[in-house]
């Protein structure tokens, strides 16, 4: 166990359809990523946040937005759904201790497993 | 952004045979891990490791940052190594490669 909790477990919708991802980080950590892996693309960064700050955005659609919370949790906000959204979503957390040579070691949750019909 | 390729891409090995699998990456990181992708799709962190060689068990790695790649070494392989494993690494943001796919067969 990472330590690295994601809700759900799974999720099926439809088309055109908003959901909403939820990630809590280990205790301390104070980065959140968000990662997509699907067939085609593999595992992809989406974004990070840093102590409720954006740091650095990678292959984020703009039907998708990401916010992290005052007590460091994270939620990932996918709206239009399309087919091919469908994938697993990965939330990971760095950044216990500063100072630490595995500061920015990241660790993963178990996914969320997005089915869009 | 930078490349990250990994090979083989797939690999299948008798239990007990030794394997390396390699990391290439196109610029200078400060960070790089390896993970293992069960079959049930959980990512396991195997080694945070932007430079120099670890060991945990059967497992060890060497990262030759200036030469820009990564080695990954299963010895002894077992049914439960078999997965993806991938190596990850840091610029501006995480990069990851597209995996080894590894099956061990009994």
Redesign the interface.
Known sequence: DSGVTQTPKHLITATGQRVTLRCSPRSGDLSVYWYQQSLDQGLQFLIQYYNGEERAKGNILERFSAQQFPDLHSELNLSSLELGDSALYFCASSGGLAGLSSYNEQFFGPGTRLTVL | GIQVEQSPPDLILQEGANSTLRCNFSDSV??L?W?HQNPW???I?LF?IPSGTKQNGRLSATTVATERYSLLYISSSQTTDSGVY?C?V?G?????G??TSLTVIP
Do not use: E
């Open positions: 400060n960070n891990q993970f799709g959980q990512l962190n945070y991938f990850a840091k501006n943001q995480f990069y990851f597209t995996g």
